[in-house]
């Protein structure tokens, strides 16, 4: 078999060729199989092999399960996917790994497991209908999941034509309110020109009459030279020195170094707004319509658990504080470490792969987009979001911003940032800008603690930790529900699926439960101190790899639920 072949259901099909076709060099697919003679016939040979054999027992395409296993099957099953010119003649137990000579050379030569197929298939037996079963379910889960995303490939497009009508109606709009701006401002511009052009046309009149006159007046006292005139002498100099006194006034008014004009002075402020903003608006995800489709209260169930370090060697600590995780679209997931005030991001299989490290107390951790972070932090009574971002496998520290108050939760929703206090929510831009408070609790304590958000953005999951609370908001602050349970015991972090699952850490009470939609009702105790679950302080589900991972207090490792689908 040539190397890098690639079989399809229908090559395994056709391989079936008519053996008494192939003896004459012909190749014919076969249409039937005699039993009595072990061949194969194309439908023309059938029929003289039916004549000539009428006693034999033939099976046609309709009963192939008695037909023997076709060549390419054979090849197909046998070649080594590493090696592709190798065939599989050993096994290796220690990995439950099919391997040709080379992959014992190349990759098993330490193994002790490795035997010979032939002396490895009397030993292990298998259950090829279950496994049949089995890959029809997956072929069947495999063809819903495309039919989805060919679904979603098609909402893409039209989406993207009806995004892009919104951003062209954004900047028309635009381009309405900048032309209505130039128009006032022509507007007031002309009327400027024929104010000042009408004022300064007056003072040339006026100068022309001065003048005429006064030529006139010089005229006439030219002509009285000389002239016995006295009366008419004394009426020329009484009328120079008024109409002098009337022009001197009148140049002293208007000075003869001004010059006017009309100067335009732009407002700087509408172009510092729009160039503060990156883009006429923001690009998000529209997917929670999908996720809503699933049942939001469905219960959380898990099956096999495991814990990974996350200490590392040049921690300051022996110890680690996990008090914030999210998960990344790579499947990565990043957590913050308050006890060794670092931010440390984990592969695949959750081992610590790059790390930065950040001033004060961190406090949680949110997911913005793709590859970007927020991170709170308090650092004496300075309060600040510090956004971080993987940029070539490795963590990098970006811009940050400083609060007016203290900083405990974050949580991202669709380009707004919605911040707790210990006693207050709020509701912030990406670039810090305060947008308003939407709810406080003065009664004592830490009333308002971490909080979370709906796929949908309509509810607000709020921890009120000293009064072993949980509140659920609506977006402008209104309060829906309030939620105690002896489970929930000094509750610290919250979190909702992508589906919509509310999960809540109940920190005294070594508890991880899950909440209805609303808030009102616990649905199930997801995990409790047996599940070796010592002060749980952050939660987050983890879509890629379906678990759940817990952050605690004093640990060196986490806590990863496998969840069950």
């Known amino acids: 078999m040539a190397t890098g072949s690639v079989y399809t259901s229908s090559d395994l099909m056709m391989d079936y060729s008519c053996d008494a076709c192939k003896e004459k060099h012909i190749d014919e697919s076969a249409v039937s199989f005699c039993k009595t003679c072990t061949k194969l016939f194309c439908g023309k040979c ?11 027992v033939s099976f046609g395409r309709g009963d192939m399960n008695q037909w023997p296993l076709s060549k390419t099957t054979e090849e197909f ?8 010119d190798e065939t599989l003649k050993m096994f290796c137990q220690d990995h439950s ?17 490795v035997t010979l197929l032939s002396k490895t298939v009397k030993s292990h037996s298998a259950d090829l209908q279950q496994l049949a079963v089995k890959i029809g379910t997956i072929l069947e889960e495999l063809k819903q999941l495309r039919s989805s995303r060919e679904d979603s490939i098609k909402s893409v497009e039209d989406s993207f034509r009806e995004q892009l009508q919104e951003v062209r109606d954004v900047r028309q709009k635009l381009n309405a309110a900048l032309d209505e701006l130039e128009n006032v401002t022509m507007k007031e511009l002309e009327d400027m020109r024929t104010a000042l052009q009408a004022a300064l046309k007056i003072d040339v009149d006026n100068c022309n009459r001065l003048k005429d006159e006064l030529k006139q007046l010089s005229e006439a006292v030219h002509g009285l030279a000389d002239k016995s005139m006295e009366e008419l002498s004394f009426i020329a100099a009484m009328k120079c020195l008024a109409k002098i006194q009337e022009t001197e006034t009148y140049l002293k008014d208007n000075c003869v170094n001004m010059e006017c004009s009309i100067i335009f002075k732009s407002n700087n402020d509408i172009e510092k707004h729009l160039l503060k903003h990156l883009g006429l608006g923001r690009v998000v995800e529209g997917s929670q319509s999908l996720a809503l489709k699933l049942n939001q209260d ?16 040049t921690d300051s600590s022996q110890t680690c504080k996990i008090t914030g995780i999210c998960s990344l679209p790579s499947g990565q997931i990043v957590i913050a470490d308050q006890e060794n005030k670092r ?3 984990l592969d695949q299989q959750y081992n610590v792969v790059s790390h930065c490290n950040l001033s004060g107390f961190l406090r949680d951790i949110c997911h913005i987009t793709c590859n970007d972070m927020a991170v709170t932090a308090e650092e004496g009574q300075t309060s600040s979001v510090q956004f971080i971002s993987v940029c070539k496998g490795q963590l990098v520290n970006n811009r940050k911003f400083q609060l007016q108050h203290d900083i405990a939760g974050i949580v991202h929703h669709q380009g707004a940032l919605y911040i707790t206090s210990r006693t207050a929510l709020y509701h912030y831009t990406l670039t810090g800008r305060l947008v308003k408070k939407i709810y406080e609790d ?5 009333t308002v603690w971490k909080c979370a958000m709906s796929p949908m953005g309509d509810r607000i999951y709020v921890i009120n930790s000293d009064h072993h609370k949980l509140l659920t908001l609506s977006p402008d602050g209104t309060l829906i529900s309030t939620f105690t349970d002896p489970e929930l015991v000094h509750p610290w972090g919250v979190h909702v699926t992508p589906v919509g699952q509310v999960v809540v850490c109940g920190f005294t009470s070594y508890s991880l439960i899950q909440m209805d939609r609303e808030g009102r009702r616990k649905i199930a105790t ?6 070796v679950m010592d002060f749980p302080m952050s939660v987050c589900y983890n879509i890629n790899r379906n678990t759940i991972i817990v952050g605690m207090l004093k640990n060196t490792k986490i806590l990863v639920l496998n969840c069950i689908s």
């Open 343 to 345: 931010v440390k991001l």
């Open 526 to 531: 997801v995990a409790t101190k047996k599940d």
């Open 46 to 56: 059938i029929n003289l092999h039916s004549q000539l054999y009428e006693k034999h």
């Open 298 to 313: 469905k219960v959380i169930t898990w099956k096999g658990k495991s814990k990974h370090v996350v200490l590392i060697l």
């Open 442 to 446: 003065l009664s004592g304590g830490d």
């Open 77 to 84: 099953l046998q070649i080594c996917e590493i090696h592709k």
């Open 97 to 113: 790994q099919l391997c040709c000579t080379n992959c014992v050379l190349l990759s098993h030569r330490q193994c002790n497991g």
